[in-house]
Structure formats: C-alpha cells, structure tokens
C-alpha cells in the first residue's frame, strides 16, 4: 500500500487516498508553471530578466517593469493559466462522460456556439455596441447550443453516444453558419472574428481575470466533489446504477460543470479548444484514468499548454502578435505524440 | 453483510413493445446458487437486469426484504446486492485497485472516501479474488480470466449478500471458466452468499448451481435441482434440442450430449 497515502481525520469523519504519484506530478507541475509565468512574464518587446521579473512581482520591482509586468503581461499570463485548466477540466469531464476519447468540449457545442455567437457580434453589432459585450455574447451563444444539443439528446435519459452524435450534427451546422457570416462580413471584422475562432488572449486585463474567476472558483471545486461520480460512470451506466449513482442526474450536472467552465473560457479566450482535448489524455497518460488524479493534473496541464502557446505566440515573430491556438496544437501534440510513442505498449 | 431476500410479483418486462417476460412470481433461494439457463432471446439477462433494479417492471414488482424496489434508495439497493453486467467496460489504462476501489462508492461522500472500513473491504476482495499482487497492473493487461476476477473483486467489495453475474464466463477458455466458477462456488460455500448466474454452458451450470431456472415463453419453465429437473424432455422444450441426458462420470451431475451431426466414430461407415 505504500504507493498511496491515507489522510483520515481523528475520528475518520473525513477520509481521502492520494496515489504517492499524483502528489509527485502535482508539485512538479507547480513548479513548472510557476517558472513559466516567470519566464513568461520577463519575455516581449521588453526583455526582463527571472530574477529582476520575481522581484517585479513581490513588488521590489522597478516602475517601468511594474508597469509591463503586471499592467499588461501578468493578466494575460493569469487567463492563460485560467483558460487552460477550464478547457482541460471541461474536456476531462466530457471524455469521462461520453466515454469516448475524442471528445472535447467541442462536441457539445461549446466552442460551435461561442463562435457562431461571436462571430455574429464582430460582423453585425461590433459598430453598434462596445466590444466588451463580446465574451457575454459568446458565452450566451455557448450556453444556448449546449443547451439544445442536450435536449435533443434526449430520449428517457441521455446516452453517450445519442450525445455525441447529435452534438456532431449541430455543431456542423453552427460551423457553417458562422464560415457563411465570415463570408458575407466586411474584410475587417472578418479578420477580427478569424483571430477569436483560431484562439487569442491578446489585451487581456484584470478585468477580464475577474470576469473569468468566480467561474472557476465555483465550477473547479465542483468538478473535483463530483470526479467521483465520473469514476463510476466510467464503468457503464448499469454499473454506475447498481452501484447506487443517479446516472442521469449526475451525467446534467457534470455537463452543466463542463459547459460553464469551458464556456467562461471559450468567452475570454477564444476557441482555444485543442487543450480540452489534449490536456486530460496527457494527464492520463501521466497518472492514469481515476478523476480524482486526473482532473488536477489535466488543469495544470492546460494551464501549461496555454502559457507556453502565449508566449511563443506573442514573442516568436515580434513585433506581430499572433494568436495563441495557433500554437496549442503545435505544442500539445508534439508532447502527446511522444507520451503515446513511450507507452506503447500500454 | 445485509441479507436480501429477492422476489418477483407477477413480474412483466418489455423493451418497447416487446415482452420478454410475463407475470413472473419468484423467490430467489438464498445461500445458494441459482443459475438461469435458456435460449437466447429467452429473457435471462433482461431478468436478471430487473433484479438488480437495472429495467422497470412494466408491470408488477421486484421485491426486496419485502419492498418494492423502486421505492427503495438507490444506494440500499447497492449495498444489499452487486451485479456484474455482461461484458462490463472499463476505461484505459484503470488499474485493478482502482476498479475494485469502486465497489465502495454506495458507502462513500465526497468527503469521506477512504473509510478503514473501505480499505478493510478492498483489501480481502482482491485477497478472496488472489488479485492482492496485480492490484496496480492496468485491467487491459491482464488474461481474461483475471480481469473477470477483479469484476468479482468489485462486486465483493460493495460487501453485498447476493451477486448476480450475466454470463461471467463468456470469451474465457475452459480453464479460465472453472477458474471462475470455483471462485464463485467457494464464496458461496465459504461466505454463504447468495450467487445467480446466467450461464451458456449447461453441463456446467449442472454441476455448479443449487438450482437451476430454466426460462422459456416468457416464463419459468421449470425450476429446481438440476438432478431433479433435467430430462431429455425439458432440454428439448427449453433449447428446442434434441439430445441424450447422461450423468457426468465425476460429479454425478446430469450431462447434456446434443444430438447433430458431426464425426461418428462408433458408425461403422465412418471414415475418419
């Protein structure tokens, strides 16, 4: 038993096992992640170095730093952070879910809906209203697709694979939609609505931080009370009832969970939806398949993906900056690839 | 361990519009193993779903201690009986502790998942199951016959008085099949719990189960010791096969030889 540790409370009222290796990798991708929003944070335009870039941040810093640093490049770091360990919770949830590995967050919607609903905003309203209505407008569009697909799913409950084919179906007409909005807008806010469909955090602020945090405070810590649940249903839906689950009510709220938190960061983000997909099989990969190791790790994993997509995205070919999806993918799959090629007789 | 005394009150099942079985009234002997046999199509798993609460009556009740099964919590249920289904999934790479861990779930809350009770109960499942060495190998490396156990390890686990298999045998070879089957036959011999199976193979199910129920036209067609009730007769209203009943030359249990064609080697115009 020495692989995992027991935390028991006095008299045994609260009582968790923590595999020794999820522990392990947890500290290590702390760690990781904080020497990368280090880094992240010193690199652009204005170089600063590590050191000079720490002092910045526990307030030693010196003013034009304190201004680069946490004005503009320390709330961009923060929504990288946010936006890839909501995407990668949100598609650990939806693959436990669905029992399917390919599934993402787009496959509800999420990411169909938020970009056919933005790219409406850019093409119709943008000269209207003010562009800080945008990420309502994709989180509302998100919400309502989901919405739709999971009601069309429908039948006595709510089977996988009904899920994952309607959500396909849907989520190719909300594709068309939006490539046929793309096509009849002006050349401007075309080129506006192909960033927010590749991915771009770019001018995030700390406005954007606080608009994107109580999501997460609320729906992660949910998600990691309700990884119990996916463990279950991850067994077949008869297992997880004869073992006592409400299926069916369990499998609303997780999608509920997955749809708020991608959908928040689908908003602010963009549809930077590779790391939902990504994100959890690498974290399977690391600690294997039960949620309650899975979730964290994936979350720290997104957050890493999405970091490290930014900075290259934004410093690579300065003084252009391009948007970060562009990126997810390069640096996902690569680490994906070689984690399936280590393991391949798993 | 929670006693459960499981009965059927003119139970009707359908899927769909179709009925599969029909104002069916039945108690489940306890301490003993019960093995449904039948053709298929007949209705044994779909019977054996709705015990275990996993298909609405259409009409009628499944009872249990008494009550209707419906009426009960979810997690009652689970504590009082386990079910294995028939080719039960498991997702990637999850290892044996893990499975079997999950047979605690009916006991646990988000906040009290590790119990000394759960670890108690997790730790002689994989010893009953000899799996207590393999319990980090991932399910997918395992023989068949392994995996089946660490199914049995779960079901254990939940710490139920009855477990009911659909077919746990199905894609194991012999060797695997009787490794099963013993391990299935001591628990009940050993822990007195109670075991339904659903089994394709008769000579088998002759020797292992108490008592047999033989389904056909939506209903019981005769239960009872195998002993007692197998007869060429009933094989053949039952499978719609005609065959020879003989006595198995070790366990003295009744064995079915079907009749058909094949190699004859007692034909003297037979060429081998």
Redesign the interface.
Known sequence: MN?RI???SNR??????VEKKTLTVLTMLFVLTGIFLVISVGVGSTIISPIEAMKTLFGYGFDQHTMIIVDLRLPRVTIAILVGAAMAISGGILQ?VI?N?LASPDIIGISGGAAFAAVTFITYFSETLSIKWLPLAAFLGALSISIIIYSLAWKKGVTPIRLVLVGIGISTITSSLTTLMIVLSPYSAASQAYIWLTGSIYGSSWEDVIALLPWLIIFIPLAF??G?SI??Q???D??A??????VQLHRGILVIISVALAGSAVSIGGAIGFVGLIAPHIA??IV???F?SLLPVAALIGSLIVILADTVARTAFLPLDIPAGVFTAGIGAPFFIYLLYRNKN? | MMMAVIQTRSLTLSYDTETVIQGLDFTLLENKITVFVGSNGCGKSTLLRSLARLLEPKKGAVLLNGKDMNSLKSSQVAKSLAISPQGPIAPEGLTVFNLVKQGRYPYQHWYQQWTEEDEKMVNSALENTQLTDLMDCPLDSLSGGQRQRAWIALALAQGTDTILLDEPTTYLDLRHQVEVLDLLFDLNKKEGRTIVLVLHDLNLAFRYANQIVALANKQIYVQGKPEEVVTRKMVHDVFQLKCEVSTDPIFGTPFVIPFGKGRNLYESNMSV
């Open positions: 692989k027991t935390f028991r045994g009222y609260y009582s968790f096992l436990g029992r590995p009370i309700c119990r463990n279950v991850e067994l077949g008869d297992m009832r004869s073992l006592g689950s409400h399977r990969k294997g398949s039960s309650g798993f």
